[in-house]
Each structure stands twice: as C-alpha cells, then as structure tokens.
C-alpha cells in the first residue's frame, strides 16, 4: 500500500509535468494508450466475458462517466494549482462519499460520523482559504473533480461482483475516449525522447499503482492498509517541492489535517461498526 501510494504521488507528478507543455486531451489519451497495455493481457485472461456480460451497465456507464470527469478535472487543476493542494481536495472525496451515503445507500450516519464530515468539510473551507480566490475556475474545478471522484467510488460500491480489471478496463477506455476528442484541437508535437518516455509510463505508473493496492487489500484487512492512502499527501508535499518548488501553505496544512483527522475517523467506526454487527445476533422477525 505504501509503495502504491508512492506511485499514484509519482503518477501525479509526471502528469502535471505533462499537461504544463502537452494538451489536456493529449495526455489522457496516450496514458490510457500506455494502460490498456498492460490491462488487455489482464482482462484476456480473466476472460473476454468480464466485458460481454457486466452487472448493472447504467450503473457502469454512470461510473465511467465520473471517472473520465475526475481525470481531466484532477489534471487541468495540477496545470494551475501546487499538487499538495489538488491532492488534498482528493483526499476528501471519502467525506462526501460518508455525507451522502444516507441518501444514496441507504446507509445510517450517526451523531459521530456527521460531526467528523463536518469538520472534513471545515477543512475544505481553510483549504480553499475563503477570499476572492477561492471562486478561481481551477479551484471550482478541484472540488469538482473530487465529488466526481466520490460518485465514482459510490458507484463502485453497487458494482462489487464486477473484477476489478473490468472496472479498470472501461474506466481507462472511457478516459481514453474522452481524450481522443480533443486530440484535433489540443495535440502538441512530442519535444524530445523524455518526455515521450514519460507519456508512456504515466499509464504503466498508474496501472502498477492499482495493482499494488489490490494487492494489499487482498493480503490484509482495510483496517490495516486503507488509512496509509493518506501517506499520499506527503508524497505529493515532497515531489511537488522536489520537481515545481512548490511550498506548501499554511491554511492548505490546516485544511488537510482536518481532513485527514475526519477521513481516518470515519473509517475507524464504520470499521468498529461492522465489527459490532458481525458480533450481535440476528434480531428474530
């Protein structure tokens, strides 16, 4: 989990590097290009049928769609901002996710968990510094791209019998897609053999990332690995003063150790929560 979070942070970073001197829809299409490399041999062997026979294809072309938004929003967002910024607007994404589960799973929030989203929501606010700035279009457009990226993970959890190679698949199919239609107006010739390189391990840099949190996941609990996603931060906090000389602000560090303090509460006693269900027995009807 630790070295996939260092990967998703390096991932992120060549992105910014790229959409600083490539188009938006360039970069997309060719990481998606670089990503389907390594998902075909994938999926071929989990066998065609993951794709033929999916469940719920509204529900998987809705969450499609909200991961192509969550890319381009996250990447036109790195050309303007400092990653630790972008990044901590992301981390954010399992308030909401928290907030609207109520209206939309049917799930109970109580009195603790909604006071943890609204301190979650609390640091977003410092985040974002509340002034005339924080109305800025590539701000808007972070928040943007993390409620997609919210609904994205929602949307995952109606679709838990579908392999996450084909989840993967139409998520990097749909983000390429997306990023061929703009190819026309926003295709930059490549400058030199590096960068050409990097555009093509931006995909195999984010695959791998996927790969070593699946990994993870299936090796141990979520109680022990999900809470270092948030080593994620500091990695972006590190490559972003390493490779943009970006410092990070005041009111950003705030913003995201509220976040972080709220996120990791959340997920601390819905794990406690289901522990408690597992140990009480059945109410009889």
């Given at each position: 989990m630790l070295l996939g979070m260092v990967m998703f942070a390096l991932n992120d970073a060549m992105g910014k590097w790229l959409v600083s001197s490539y188009g938006l829809g360039q970069v997309?299409?060719?990481?998606?290009?670089?990503?389907?490399?390594?998902?075909?041999p994938m999926v071929w062997m989990a066998g065609v049928a993951s794709l033929t026979k999916v469940e719920r294809p509204k529900m998987q072309f809705a969450r499609v769609v909200f991961s192509t938004a969550e890319v381009?929003?996250?990447?036109?967002?790195?050309?303007?901002?400092?990653?630790?910024?972008?990044?901590?607007?992301?981390?954010?994404?399992?308030?909401?996710?928290?907030?609207?589960?109520?209206?939309?799973?049917?799930e109970q929030v109580g009195w603790r968990r909604w006071t943890a989203i609204a301190i979650g929501f609390v640091g977003v606010i410092i985040a974002l510094e509340p002034s005339s700035a924080m109305f800025?279009?590539?701000?808007?457009?972070?928040?943007?791209?993390?409620?997609?990226?919210?609904?994205?993970?929602?949307?995952?959890?109606?679709?838990?019998?579908?392999?996450?190679?084909?989840?993967?698949?139409?998520?990097?199919?749909?983000?390429?897609?997306?990023?061929?239609?703009?190819?026309?107006?926003?295709?930059?010739?490549?400058?030199?053999?590096?960068?050409?390189?990097?555009?093509?391990?931006?995909?195999?840099?984010?695959?791998?990332?996927?790969?070593?949190?699946?990994?993870?996941?299936?090796?141990?609990?979520?109680a022990t690995v999900a809470p270092l996603q948030y080593t994620l931060l500091l990695?972006?906090?590190?490559?972003?003063?390493?490779?943009?000389?970006?410092?990070?602000?005041?009111?950003?560090?705030i913003g995201a150790a509220l976040i972080i303090a709220s996120g990791l509460f959340i997920f601390v006693r819905e794990q406690t929560l289901k522990k408690k269900e597992k140990v009480l027995p059945a109410v009889p009807e």
């Open positions: 997309v299409f060719l990481r998606s290009l670089a990503a389907l490399a390594i998902l075909i381009f929003c996250f990447y036109y967002a790195v050309i303007y901002l400092p990653l630790a910024d972008v990044m901590t607007y992301w981390l954010a994404a399992p308030i909401y996710v928290a907030a609207v589960s109520p209206f939309l799973l049917g800025t279009m590539p701000a808007v457009i972070s928040i943007i791209g993390s409620a997609a990226f919210a609904f994205m993970l929602i949307t995952g959890r109606f679709l838990r019998g579908t392999p996450d190679s084909t989840l993967v698949f139409f998520q990097v199919v749909g983000a390429g897609l997306a990023g061929l239609a703009f190819v026309p107006f926003d295709w930059a010739p490549i400058a030199s053999s590096r960068d050409l390189l990097l555009l093509g391990l931006l995909g195999i840099v984010a695959m791998s990332a996927h790969m070593l949190v699946n990994r993870a996941l299936k090796m141990s609990d979520a990695w972006a906090v590190v490559f972003g003063w390493l490779f943009f000389g970006d410092v990070p602000r005041l009111g950003m560090m």
